[in-house]
């Protein structure tokens, strides 16, 4: 229903990461509100537009569950975040290959995976998924949606 649907959420990950389904038509995932995998508890608020209804921003909110005084904060803004702006199937789109050439988001979206949860404390109990072995799997799998294209993606990257 590409003219019908404007805009497509995912979940059960528990990261805060996207699809990309085909140009312009994106998957996003807001991270999960269980820290079951590693991940801070996270929920995302999104903005559409009143006209066209397509998505235009999100703001992630995430909590730290060893702060003194837990509670869920502002964590980021895409739009801020990543300096894009217009409809997030688009902006999500264009980050792609950004998140290959640009080191700032790219180190931006690495620790916004987990929803900002640090996994160096406690030492030694925890291993981020996210190590720059292993980036061009999670970078190639935003863009990637058969296996054939993501193996050609993690092996040319």
Known sequence: YPNLVTFTLG????????RII???????????????FGNNPAFKVYTFDGITLNATDYTSFNLDPSAA??????YYTFSTAYGMQ????NSLTQLYPLLKTDGAKQGFYRAAYPSGHSY??????EVNPITDQTWPVYWAGVGNMDSQSLIYAVNSY
């Open 69 to 74: 005084s837990p509670q869920f904060n502002n």
């Open 86 to 89: 217009g409809s997030l199937n």
């Open 22 to 36: 085909q140009p312009g038509q994106v998957l996003d995932i807001p991270g999960g509100i269980s820290p079951l």
């Open 120 to 125: 160096s404390t406690p030492v030694g109990s």
């Open 11 to 18: 979940a059960h990950t528990h990261n805060d990461e996207y």
